[in-house]
T-cell receptor
Framework: AQKITQTQPGMFVQEKEAVTLDCTYD???????LFWYKQPSSGEMIFLIYQGSYDEQNATEGRYSLNFQKARKSANLVISASQLGDSAMYFCAMREGLLNAGNMLTFGGGTRLMVKP | KAGVTQTPRYLIKTRGQQVTLSCSPISGHRSVSWYQQTPGQGLQFLFEYFSETQRNKGNFPGRFSGRQFSNSRSEMNVSTLELGDSALYLC?????????????FGPGTRLTVL
């Protein structure tokens, strides 16, 4: 089974509108971390936001927020007030278990977001 | 702080050759991880080094190897290159020792094998 599933290969959003990118995950670990990264066409992966499995509040970073629903094993990224520069690939990733066991991220297949002017 | 740097940025090799990629982490970071990104397989974890020791390894053949130096800089080596090794190789660094540890990525090395 896929550990990280992103069901939206591509999405369009109108500039200045909000958009939600879906991510579901599968793990039997109690301790895990969830991450979202942005990858523009240049190739570099840019860290956006982090949510720990024990965090009770949804993470927020500027225009980015993470809608964390632990029971449903979902960690959707919400981008408010979309900008043209938000056009990129977006990846959801997970690190399972304790950090001293290794620092491996498992990535989903990504969602290509295109912002329309 | 300066970000993660990777050299070279682009590389063209032929089958059978070997290649070494370099990664300099953010100052103070002790963990360096390597990932391979291809259109077909997506992003896949290669290995992680922490304080000069390989702490975790992905499911790649032994042709892929790495090491980390005392200054936390890391190198990745691929021997006997195959066409399928053409990919974007991304390096990420992090402190590696807190439960909120976040990996920061470099710009990547794009390897083309002819």
């Amino acid at each position: 089974a896929q550990k990280i599933t992103q069901t939206q290969p591509g999405m369009f959003v109108q500039e200045k509108e909000a958009v939600t990118l879906d991510c579901t995950y599968d793990t039997s670990d109690q301790s895990y971390g969830l991450f979202w990264y942005k990858q523009p066409s240049s190739g570099e992966m840019i860290f956006l936001i982090y949510q720990g499995s024990y965090d009770e509040q949804n993470a927020t970073e500027g225009r980015y927020s993470l809608n964390f629903q632990k029971a449903r094993k979902s960690a959707n990224l919400v981008i408010s007030a979309s900008q043209l520069g938000d056009s990129a690939m977006y990846f959801c990733a997970m690190r399972e278990g304790l950090l001293n066991a290794g620092n491996m991220l498992t990535f989903g297949g990504g969602t290509r977001l295109m912002v329309k002017p | 702080k300066a970000g993660v740097t990777q050299t070279p940025r682009y590389l063209i090799k032929t089958r059978g050759q070997q290649v070494t990629l370099s990664c300099s982490p953010i100052s103070g970071h002790r963990s360096v991880s390597w990932y391979q990104q291809t259109p077909g397989q997506g992003l896949q974890f290669l290995f992680e080094y922490f304080s000069e020791t390989q702490r975790n390894k992905g499911n790649f053949p032994g042709r892929f190897s790495g090491r980390q130096f005392s200054n936390s800089r890391s190198e990745m080596n691929v021997s006997t290159l195959e066409l399928g090794d053409s990919a974007l190789y991304l390096c990420a660094s992090s402190g590696g020792d807190t439960h909120t540890d976040t990996q920061y990525f470099g710009p990547g090395t794009r390897l083309t094998v002819l």
